[in-house]
């Protein structure tokens, strides 16, 4: 167990509808960071958010938007949900530390299926 | 451009035997650092190894150890006596620079020990 939560594990949704996935990082983890894996696109970088604020952005969709909480939690809004973007949504949190290790702890996932 | 490059897409092992997963990366940042996550069948990124670009000795975990070839950019991991729970995918991972950046994934080499 990584310590990092996801919810939900499945989601089953049609195309065009939206959905939120949520994400709690480990106790003390300030960076939070969105992948999504797919067959063909393998495991993509989406987004990282640093206590609160957005840091990095990599391969996300205009339709897709996150954000995360005081609480430190974050959620992965995906809008107008497309066949392509059945996935599975990994959420991944470190700690920011000075040196280089910093490995990224990540969630189970959830999987996503659009119908 | 690509920046990690997993070049087997399948292997197969031996139950016992010693098993090395080829990984070469790309970078101009002299500061970066290198990761391995195993994917298991229930989808979980489990951690496994990491070696940092200044790091003088070859990074080992127990039964892993990573083959750190740096003038050529290469980044193995060794599976020293494979255990049939070793079946899994294997993804190596960089972070350029050394602060709580995003990583990039290659596509994964599937391992699969043979009892």
């Known amino acids: 167990d990584s310590g990092v939560t996801q919810t939900p594990k499945h989601l089953i949704t049609a195309t065009g509808q939206r959905v939120t996935l949520r994400c709690s990082p480990r106790s003390g983890d300030l960076s939070v960071y969105w992948y999504q894996q797919s067959l063909d696109q393998g495991l993509q970088f989406l987004i990282q958010?640093?206590?609160?604020?957005?840091?990095a952005k990599g391969n996300i969709l205009e339709r897709f938007s996150a954000q995360q909480f005081p609480d430190l939690h974050s959620e992965l809004n995906l809008s107008s949900l497309e066949l392509g973007d059945s996935a599975l949504y990994f959420c991944?949190?470190?700690?920011?530390?000075?040196?280089?290790?910093?490995?990224?702890?990540f969630g189970p996932g959830t999987r996503l299926t659009v119908l | 451009a690509q920046k990690i490059t997993q070049t087997q897409p399948g292997m197969f092992v031996q139950e016992k035997e010693a098993v090395t997963l080829d990984c070469t990366y790309d970078t101009s940042d002299p500061s970066y650092g290198l990761f391995w996550y195993k994917q298991p069948s229930s989808g979980e990124m489990i951690f496994l190894i990491y070696q940092g670009s200044y790091d003088q000795q070859n990074a080992t975990e127990g039964r892993y150890s990573l083959n750190f070839q740096k003038a050529r950019k290469s980044a193995n991991l060794v599976i020293s006596a494979s255990q049939l729970g070793d079946s899994a995918m294997y993804f190596c991972?960089?972070?350029?620079?050394?602060?709580?950046?995003?990583?990039?994934f290659g596509a994964g080499t599937r391992l699969t020990v043979k009892p």
């Open positions: 958010y640093y206590n609160g604020e957005e840091r």
């Open positions: 991944a949190s470190s700690t920011r530390t000075s040196g280089g290790l910093n490995e990224q702890f």
């Open positions: 991972a960089m972070r350029e620079g050394f602060s709580n950046n995003d990583m990039r």
